[in-house]
């Protein structure tokens, strides 16, 4: 299919998501003109519009922003192998967002009964499960990246460890753990806008240093440090503000330490 209908089936798709969730949600979900607000959150949002739209382009558009900034220092011949590497690393992303949006539910009870105990065994089972997965998908792109990115086509292989280093770079948002979810629950989430500035200053810096001179190498260890330096400053962040961190570091100290 021709970019057009690429992208109106996109339209179509999203639109049916959206229908199917207001079906399953009911009454609740009823377009607010229907019925009159018990509260009015536009000036509340409209002071952290800006914050949370930082934080949504790195947590979730990343892949897209990366592509954009890779497109500005690298020629044309190689943003299509290094589009294609970044976003099979989303894919295995997807997992690890997954995971902590299915284990949420949990670790919200947890936290408003207080138990200690229960919150740090929702956040064990997300690390492992999260950090195991993207291990897996590190080692399959070591050993069968070329054949998966010759899908698309010979000439894409040339991006067989960017991938790996794109999927490294996952690994690091795996091991950060809960941290974005745990400052969300307790009103912080505004607050995670300068982690997330920060860590897209330190792509774009990294980029201009060294993608002129290794290519598509360089943009995957521009990602790779940022995505680090995002995550550690996540940490940071839970530990300042939040009774509990997220990361796997935090997890597997506390459970060598005790309570």
């Not at 330096?229 to 009774?243: D, H, I, P």
Request: glycine fraction near 8%; hydrophobic fraction near 60%; include cysteine.
């Amino acid at each position: 299919h021709d970019l057009a209908t690429l992208l109106i089936m996109i339209i179509a798709i999203t639109a049916t998501v959206a229908i199917g969730q207001a079906i399953v949600l009911g009454e609740e979900a009823a377009p607010t003109w229907r019925r009159r607000p018990a509260h009015r959150f536009g000036k509340l949002l409209r002071h952290r519009a800006l914050s949370l739209v930082i934080v949504a382009a790195v947590t979730i558009a990343f892949a897209d922003v990366v592509t954009i900034i890779g497109g500005v220092f690298l020629p044309p011949d190689s943003v299509a192998a290094f589009g294609i590497a970044i976003r099979l690393a989303a894919l295995a992303g997807f997992v690890t967002q997954s995971t902590q949006q299915m284990m949420l539910p949990d670790l919200a009870k947890a936290l408003v009964k207080g138990q200690r105990d229960a919150v740090q065994t929702v956040l064990l089972r997300v690390n492992l499960l999260s950090v195991a997965a993207i291990l897996v998908c590190v080692l399959i792109c070591i050993f069968f990246g070329p054949l998966i990115l010759g899908i698309f086509g010979p000439e894409y292989a040339m991006a067989h460890w960017p991938l790996v280093l794109f999927m490294v770079s996952q690994l690091f948002r795996a091991a950060a753990g809960m941290n974005q979810h745990l400052l969300a629950i307790d009103g912080f989430q505004a607050h995670t806008a300068s982690s997330c500035a920060f860590a897209v200053v330190v792509l774009v810096l990294g980029a201009a240093l060294l993608a002129p001179s290794y290519g598509i190498m360089g943009m995957a260890c521009a990602v790779v440090v940022s995505d680090f330096v995002w995550a550690g400053l996540l940490g940071v962040q839970a530990q300042r503000y939040t009774a509990f961190r997220g990361d796997i570091l935090a997890v597997a100290q506390f459970r060598r330490g005790g309570p």
